[in-house]
């Protein structure tokens, strides 16, 4: 073999580019990403949608959900998240849901404890605002709701069940809740928080009942809006007496088949946790 055909043979082979691959080769190369390509979008697609099922794999509570709200699996398929509900609230109460909800994400709900529904519309906007009827349509006055049943859940803590009254401001000096007092502005809610009280038996669970004042409104001949289909039929909450101990007069606030669950009361109630909170799996059906 001559020294040039050696050299040659030893040289080092040049790295053929993909311009210069047979036709077939590109084909199969193209072929190889496009199936890769797909395939990590399958695994994304499928990722994303399983998030849906955390709240389930976690037994997460249910929401309480705006005034007029159908049941759970109607309401997840009827509400398109538009969010008109949301933007009609005088107190702004209702909040549509995060990614943590999985498939609820973006449905409306409430948080009672940070702002309940206290009724500051008395034609329920967010029930007219509703362009699908997730909100159902059939309902025209706030007695006619069923958001939630209110509960005395921690009587330990409620200071009527101790006989003790409430001087001073319910909540916290951060704490931005809105409640609409008629005797300061028919139409504008002020902030809970710049309300000052002063009880000798703690009621302020009972006083600050929608439903409660309705009533108090039409019996003394001003039904809210002048209209006398505002006035609610059945009582919501009332003080009972309980047995006194060392002479101190207990009261038990009981919760009635007028509750319409909006979460007034666990806004307003001072002990921390709220004494009383609104149960969304109680539910039921009162004639």
């Not at 697609?45 to 309480?64: F, H, K, Q």
């Not at 909170?277 to 109680?282: A, G, N, R």
């Amino acid at each position: 073999m001559s020294e040039d055909k050696q050299h040659k043979s030893d040289a080092p082979v040049e790295a053929t580019t993909a311009s210069e691959l047979p036709i077939v080769n590109r084909r199969r190369q193209q072929e190889r990403r496009q199936f890769l390509r797909s395939l990590m979008l399958a695994a994304g697609v499928v990722g994303v949608s399983a998030m849906g099922y955390i709240p389930v794999a976690r037994s997460w509570n249910p929401r309480l959900r705006p005034p007029g709200a159908l049941e759970e699996s109607e309401l997840l398929a009827s509400c398109i998240k538009c969010g008109q509900c949301v933007q009609v609230c005088p107190v702004e109460a209702i909040k549509l849901a995060d990614i943590m909800d999985g498939f609820g994400i973006g449905v409306p709900y409430v948080d009672a404890r940070e702002q309940a529904c206290d009724f500051s519309c008395d034609g329920l906007q967010c029930i007219l605002a509703c362009p699908t009827g997730a909100l159902s349509h059939e309902l025209n006055y706030p007695a006619e709701i069923r958001m939630g049943f209110a509960r005395l859940d921690r009587p330990d803590l409620c200071l009527a069940m101790q006989g003790k009254g409430f001087k001073g401001r319910t909540r916290g000096e951060d704490f931005k809740g809105l409640f609409r007092y008629n005797e300061i502005d028919r139409w504008k809610p002020q902030r809970l928080h710049d309300q000052q009280f002063d009880v000798e038996i703690c009621d302020l669970c009972v006083r600050h009942c929608p439903i409660e004042i309705r009533i108090a409104q039409c019996e003394a001949g001003e039904p809210p809006s002048g209209d006398i289909n505002q006035c609610p039929p059945r009582h919501a909450i009332e003080l009972q007496p309980e047995e006194s101990i060392n002479g101190v007069m207990r009261m038990r606030p009981v919760v009635l088949d007028g509750c319409v669950g909006c979460g007034a009361c666990e806004m307003v109630c001072p002990t921390e946790p709220a004494a009383i909170v609104i149960d969304i799996e109680s539910i039921v059906e009162r004639v």
